[in-house]
């Protein structure tokens, strides 16, 4: 926890401060994110994503000790995992625990057409549904086909939606256990394609750097915004390899 509240601030300052987010944090190590804090006194509190490791009735709680600690946190976010069956009764509680100006981000369990189900039922609900790219295992890599459903039902649906493990680098690749990650920069690409009715799975599966360095910056401000509205968030385990990849492309 030291070592991710440092990096945070440190990016927080530095030279590419402006592509820093939020501070990730689950419930459950809250009290070590205080306590840390306590112990660095930031200038200004850090904006934070609560991720809700402790259960939907554990909301309430971890919502409290991040309030009664203005001086630390700004709870910007709030990131839960939602049941096989997303349903409206859980959805409503999910409205009541968050407060109006917190964003709410939920996932729907990745699988058959009952998961776009669960993805639509959350933007209808006014929450932002999260999109898992990666994880320990090839089950957690959504396909290709996998990911154009999801944007083709968030780009139709007039909602921001978060995007989450396995976007190490901007552009898709292997890594040496044989997983391939999605890229970040595939990814929003696809988003624009997915905006303007073009191919969104090319997009998605290609590797080819320059090509979609090349149509990341041909996007003219107002369709830049409309993705940015779109593909709005992503977690990252690291903000200097993100940034490292975009510097080498050209695009910082």
């Not at 981000?105 to 993805?119: Q, T």
């Not at 290709?144 to 909602?159: K, M, P």
């Not at 401000?221 to 993100?242: K, N, T």
């Amino acid at each position: 926890m030291s070592d991710a509240v440092r990096g945070h601030l440190d990016g927080r300052v530095g030279e590419w401060s402006g592509v820093m987010g939020l501070f990730l944090c689950p419930a459950s190590r809250l009290a070590e994110l205080i306590t840390e804090l306590i112990k660095v006194k930031p200038p200004k509190p850090i904006a934070l994503s609560l991720v809700i490791d402790t259960g939907l009735g554990g909301v309430p709680k971890a919502v409290s000790i991040v309030e009664s600690r203005s001086e630390l946190l700004a709870l910007r976010m709030v990131e839960m995992p939602a049941p096989s069956d997303v349903d409206e009764q859980w959805l409503e509680r999910v409205s009541e625990f968050v407060p109006e100006d917190v964003i709410r981000v939920v996932e729907p369990r990745r699988g058959g057409a009952e998961w776009l189900d669960g993805v639509r039922r959350v933007i209808e609900h006014g929450s932002w549904p999260k999109l898992r790219c990666g994880g320990l295992s090839q089950e957690n890599f959504p396909s290709v086909q996998e990911v154009a459903d999801f944007l083709s039902v968030v780009s139709g649906g007039g909602v921001a939606f978060k995007a989450t493990a396995g976007l190490h680098k901007a552009v898709r690749y292997t890594d040496e256990q044989g997983f391939t990650h999605h890229g970040f920069l595939n990814l929003l690409v696809a988003t624009a394609r997915s905006l303007s009715g073009r191919d969104v799975r090319e997009a998605l599966a290609s590797t080819d750097a320059e090509a979609l360095t090349a149509e990341a910056k041909a996007l003219s401000d107002q369709a830049a915004h409309a993705v940015r509205g779109v593909f709005a968030s992503y977690g990252s385990c690291s903000l200097a390899e993100p940034v490292a990849d975009l510097e080498g492309l050209g695009l910082l």
